[in-house]
């Protein structure tokens, strides 16, 4: 019993032991203790021990709890014992590795800043950077941060590049290699990589070896794009491109596939499919195996159409390439251009302006014939293509440019049109006399075109214009009357001191061109009539129905203005103001006594119908009572009666004849006059007539003298007023002959007319009683022994119009007169008469 007591407490020793090895103390103790309980708590066990002991059964659960106590204690200490000495080796071994790693780390520190170079790291999460390194390389040593403003040391576009590079770095871990220059000229070499959670940078000086690599990396690299961009232009380009080695082609393009007909541009190269006819490729390897570039236009068939292109081909290395660009579309522009220069050279031929064009070279390359004549130029000097200072020269060794103080600056002046960009304009006057108008236009492809114009005769109109304009002008304001001139905009344009000083306006208001509304409102105080300002108004703004317009403006000063609106050719409209004051008090004035004058006339005919009428009757009586006693049968008389009675009746019958030539004029004058036509023999017109004059020409002494045309024949007219007509005319002869004078009455036929003429030989009447003689009342002896009313030959005139004919006076003083009338013949003239 006694030995499994023992040997349960050494397997619970050995089992602590080897958790307190372990390290798992706590766990041992736990094991222990409860042995230790079970132990004392086993009775047959204790009674057994401490029956061999002397002890009693409290004292062995006791003993047994202070064994179990001692037993952990012991166990405890050789573990913490054990601990301490594994612990002691595990630093020793700690401290080593420890130098060993500083010793590699110092190791790999001086490798890596064998050479000059920074590194810049920012751990996860935090934004203050570790810099090491020499900063000097890029920045001053005492300022550090300033290697983060990567602009301070680095261009502008660099330094976004590298700002860029940075960002991506610390927010996904894009990695990054650049090589750059510093503003200070340096080349560098930048890297990033994420490594550890860490971003970090490193910035080296490139030099020697690895200067040149990195260049040597960097020129590859462009070349690889620029052999890509290459590539993708010439797959993509429309043209033809080939390469060629001396196995045949090693590369063509789409176009050059779709060219040949070819599937594609391997199926081309594998067929070997040429481009080019055979006489152009012996042309082009000719001047490919001499070396130098060949460059010519073919005519190349591509899918089916015959095309002009232009070949380009250069030897490169072991092989060449070549191109060939469309020229179609430039051939044909090229024609097109020659046509059109062709065109344009045929125009110009056609200019009365003189057109010379000068090349880069300053060489005549083109003159029209009109600068040939105007020069007068031999065309073998022309055609030589002269530069520009010889054709200047020969003008000036000719005296046909402007004299000039110093020819040398003025001809280098000229030559400044070769350098200019813009058009330059002037004048010569010539020796000669004529005036010329150069302009110089730069070309744009180099040189200058000259074009002359003789502008003698434009400026001397100019100078005519001018002068009379400045007449014009003077004229206007030399004028009585008011002009101004308005725009078809309103506004005034011209004006004269009239006008301002009719309407009492201020001459600088008017320069300002004030519009006509204006213009009206400044005149109302003289003439406010809204009507004819309207109509004003309406006249200088109108588009259509320009006419004149005629006012008469009746103003509140008691003047009055004669207005005229005359629309002028240039849209514009003049306005004329006359003062016709005078002019209308005149006209009022002869109004007024022409109405009196008219008043009395009419009186004066009125009076004269009364008192014809009213002596008629008398008179009528009195011939008759004087008939009556001298018929035989009333008894007889004695010389003396009979004397008496004839001086009654012949002074009756003169009234009566008196009375009735003015109820006729005022039976004309009325209106009333009609005449009985019928067919007029003119010889029995003429004796009917003279034999009314006969006792007249007995007392006188007269011989009447008749010339009748035997043709005369007959006429359409009122026979009694043709006898009335003739004897009229024959008592006024007879009356202004001398005694034993002559009267001469003829009678001619015309075409279409029968004349009448009455001659006498006595005084003449005088020139300026001429246009009187047909007056009523109008009676002048001259001299003679004509007594009368003065109505003889106004009847005379009366009569022959009624009939449709005309009256003439021919007379000269101191020789006679001769009084022709002419009756006409033709039916419309006797129907205008009726």
């Known amino acids: 019993m006694m030995s499994g007591v023992i040997t349960a407490m050494r397997r619970t020793l050995l089992s602590c032991t080897t958790l307190a090895r372990s390290g798992l103390i706590g766990l041992a103790a736990a094991t222990l203790l409860p042995a230790g309980r079970a132990m004392a708590a086993d009775l047959p066990v204790l009674n057994e021990l401490a029956g061999l002991l002397g002890f009693n059964r409290q004292e062995i659960a006791v003993l047994t709890t202070a064994l179990a106590l001692l037993g952990f204690s012991v166990v405890s200490a050789i573990l913490l014992m054990r601990s301490r000495l594994s612990a002691a080796r595990d630093e020793a071994r700690l401290r080593s590795r420890i130098g060993e790693l500083q010793v590699q780390t110092d190791s790999y520190r001086a490798l890596l800043f064998a050479e000059p170079q920074v590194l810049i790291s920012w751990a996860a999460g935090d934004n203050r950077p570790q810099i090491s390194g020499d900063i000097s390389l890029l920045v001053h040593q005492d300022s550090p941060q300033r290697l983060l403003a990567f602009g301070t040391w680095l261009p502008p576009e660099p330094a976004l590049q590298m700002d860029h590079a940075v960002d991506a770095l610390r927010e996904t871990g894009e990695g990054f290699l650049l090589n750059l220059t510093t503003v200070t000229g340096r080349a560098i070499e930048a890297t990033g990589r994420a490594i550890g959670g860490q971003a970090i940078v490193r910035i080296r000086e490139l030099s020697g070896l690895r200067r040149e690599l990195a260049e040597t990396n960097l020129r590859f690299k462009q070349l690889a794009d620029e052999t890509k961009m290459l590539r993708g232009f010439a797959a993509t380009s429309p043209w033809p491109i080939w390469a060629r080695d001396a196995r045949g082609l090693s590369y063509v393009n789409d176009a050059y596939a779709r060219a040949t007909d070819a599937a594609d541009a391997a199926d081309a190269i594998s067929r070997n499919l040429e481009l080019l006819d055979s006489a152009g490729r012996s042309e082009m390897e000719r001047a490919l195996h001499g070396g130098s570039a060949f460059n010519a236009r073919l005519a190349i068939v591509t899918s089916g159409e015959r095309a002009f292109y232009d070949v380009r081909a250069i030897n490169i290395g072991e092989g060449s390439i070549g191109i060939a660009i469309d020229a179609s579309e430039a051939d044909a522009l090229r024609q097109a251009l020659v046509r059109m220069a062709d065109a ?214 008691g003047s009055v203005l004669d207005c005229m609106l005359r629309p002028l050719p240039d849209g514009a409209t003049m306005l004329t103001f006359q003062d016709i004051t ?131 024949g007959s006429f359409t007219g009122d026979e009694r007023r043709v006898v009335q007509v003739l004897y009229n005319l024959l008592a006024n002869a007879v009356g202004f002959s001398p005694q034993d004078g002559t009267v001469v009455v003829s009678a001619t036929r015309t075409e279409r007319s029968v004349v009448f003429s009455v001659s006498d030989s006595g005084p003449g009447i005088p020139p300026e009683m001429k246009d009187k003689v047909f007056d009523w009342f109008e009676s002048r002896s001259h001299g003679s ?50």
């Open 344 to 557: 344009h050279r045929r125009t110009l031929d056609q200019l009365s302006s003189g057109v010379a064009v000068f090349d880069g070279q300053r060489r005549l390359a083109f003159y029209n014939d009109s600068y040939r004549r105007l020069w007068d130029l031999d065309t073998a000097f022309l055609d030589s293509h002269p530069d520009d200072s010889s054709v200047l020269d020969r003008l000036r060794a000719a005296r046909k440019l402007p004299e000039q103080a110093d020819f040398r600056a003025w001809k280098a002046k000229l030559q400044e049109a070769y350098r200019a960009v813009e058009t330059a304009k002037d004048t010569w006057f010539l020796p000669d006399g004529r005036a010329l108008s150069v302009v110089t236009t730069p070309n744009p492809e180099g040189g200058v075109t000259y074009l002359f114009d003789d502008v003698t005769e434009s400026l001397d109109l100019a100078r005519r214009f001018d002068g009379l304009i400045r007449v014009q002008r003077e004229t206007l304001d030399s004028l009585a009357e008011g002009v101004a001139v308005f725009g078809s905009n309103g506004r005034a344009q011209l004006f004269n001191p009239a006008f301002a000083r009719m309407w009492k306006l201020s001459a600088e208001s008017l320069r300002e061109q004030p519009h006509i509304d204006a213009v009206a409102g400044w005149c109302r105080p003289l003439f406010d009539e809204p009507r004819a300002w309207q109509t004003i108004r309406e006249a200088i703004t109108a588009i259509e129905n320009r006419i004149d317009v005629p006012l008469k403006l009746d103003r509140k000063d």
């Open 582 to 712: 005078d002019t209308e008090n005149v006209e009022r004035a002869l109004r007024e006594r022409n109405e009196a004058l008219e008043t009395a006339g009419q009186m004066k005919i009125d009076f004269v119908h009364h008192v014809s009428y009213e002596l008629r009757a008398p008179l009528t009586t009195i011939i008759g009572f004087a008939h009556f006693l001298s018929d035989p049968s009333t008894g007889p008389l004695t010389p003396k009666q009979a004397e008496y009675l004839d001086y009654v009746t012949k002074s009756t019958n003169a009234l009566l004849a008196l009375t009735n030539n003015i109820l006729d004029l005022a039976t004309i004058d009325a209106g009333a006059m009609r005449l009985e036509l019928g067919s007029v023999d003119a010889t029995k017109a003429i004796m009917a007539a003279a034999e009314g004059i006969q006792d007249r020409l007995a007392t006188d002494r007269i011989h009447l003298k008749v010339e009748v045309d035997p043709n005369v």
């Open 785 to 834: 022994r004509h007594r009368g009313a003065g109505l003889g030959l106004s009847l005379v005139r009366s009569f022959v119009e009624l009939h449709g004919g005309k009256v003439r006076v021919d007379s000269v003083v101191g020789k006679g007169t001769m009084v022709t009338c002419d009756f006409p013949t033709e039916q419309a003239q006797r129907n205008a008469a009726e």
